[in-house]
C-alpha cells in the first residue's frame, strides 16, 4: 500500500460528504430565499438573505466538490482498480457533476429573481438523495 493513501481516503470521504451535504441542502435554500416574506421560514416575517446561496455554492459546494473529484481521481490512478461497481459509481458521480451544475443554474436564477416557488428544487433535492444512495450501495456493496 503506498504511504499516505489512508489520509487520503479520509480526505475523500470527507470531502463527498461535505459535497453532498450541501448538495443535499443548496436546492432548499435557494427556494427558502426566493420565497415571499409571507411564508419565510422562520415563521417570524424574515427570509434569508439572497447572497446566501451564492456564498454556499462558490464557497462551500464547489471547492468540496473539487477536492472530492480530485481526491478520487488521484486514488484511482493510485489503486489502478478498473472494476464494473467503479464505472457505475463513476457514472453517479456524473450524475452528481450534473447536480451540480443544475444548483450553480438555480443560483443564478434566483438571484436575476427568475425563481419564484422553484418548483423543481425538491425534485432536484430527490433525485440527488437517489443517486448518493445508489453510490453509496455500490461502494459499501463491493466490500461484500
Not at 470527507?14 to 430565499?33: D, E, F, K, N, Q
Amino acid at each position: 500500500m503506498v504511504e499516505g493513501v489512508p489520509w487520503l481516503k479520509l480526505l475523500h470521504i470527507s470531502a463527498v460528504i461535505v459535497w453532498c451535504g450541501s448538495l443535499l441542502y443548496l436546492p432548499m435554500l435557494v427556494r427558502s430565499t426566493a420565497a415571499p416574506v409571507s411564508g419565510s421560514w422562520s415563521g417570524l416575517g424574515h427570509s434569508l438573505p439572497r447572497q446566501w446561496p451564492r456564498n454556499v455554492f462558490i464557497g462551500v459546494c464547489t471547492p468540496a466538490a473539487l477536492v472530492a473529484i480530485g481526491s478520487g481521481t488521484v486514488l484511482f490512478l493510485l489503486h489502478g482498480l478498473i472494476a464494473p461497481w467503479l464505472m457505475f459509481k463513476l457514472l453517479g458521480v456524473g450524475l452528481l457533476v450534473l447536480g451540480h451544475g443544475i444548483c450553480g443554474l438555480l443560483v443564478l436564477r434566483a438571484e436575476a429573481g427568475r425563481v419564484g416557488a422553484c418548483r423543481v428544487c425538491p425534485a432536484l433535492t430527490a433525485a440527488m438523495l437517489i443517486v448518493l444512495l445508489a453510490i453509496a450501495w455500490l461502494v459499501l456493496g463491493k466490500a461484500v
